[in-house]
């Protein structure tokens, strides 16, 4: 099931609902890039070793991943929502490595939600984030919650 709406709230993410987040393709320059700055292992960063690497070539950092995910997760919902941040997640699992050239496709899925008991006008909600490349390969998970404002009176 997939929804539209003009604004989240909490009363929109329904146990089972799926969000089609949108897609990006990711390039060797971005990978390079963020990689140089946030993960310079040099699988990520040197096409001369990655290539004799175990994944013979270079590969997206699974933060830079991670990151793309959450891009499209603000742009598909988060930016226009009641939200108010997030405990934070349970679990992220890079299952493929992501590829120069790779267009990753992003979906939510709330996975369970509950009214705060201490403070009723929020609740936090459940979700499982996946990843696929363009082959409709599953290559990252993401658990985790995030709170949300109630949908006003």
């Not at 089609?20 to 993960?39: M, S």
């Not at 270079?58 to 793309?68: E, Y």
Request: aromatic share 10%; proline share 5%; glycine share 10%.
């Amino acid at each position: 099931m997939s929804i539209k709406t003009d604004r989240w709230y909490f009363e929109d993410f329904v146990p089972g609902t799926v969000i089609e987040l949108g897609q990006r393709t990711v390039t060797e320059e971005e990978i390079i890039n963020f990689a140089t700055q946030f993960d310079p292992q040099s699988f990520h960063v040197d096409k001369e070793v990655a290539s004799h690497s175990i994944y013979g070539g270079v590969i997206a950092s699974g933060w830079h991943t991670c990151s793309i995910i959450m891009r499209l997760v603000v742009d598909g919902f988060l930016a226009n929502s009641s939200g108010m941040g997030s405990p934070g997640t349970d679990e992220i699992r890079w299952i493929l490595p992501v590829r120069p050239g790779d267009t990753l496709r992003v979906t939510a899925e709330t996975t369970g939600s509950k009214v705060s008991t201490s403070k009723p006008d929020r609740g936090v909600v459940n979700t499982l984030w996946k990843a696929y490349n363009q082959e409709g390969k599953l290559v990252c998970t993401i658990t985790g919650m995030g709170m949300f404002g109630r949908r006003p009176a």
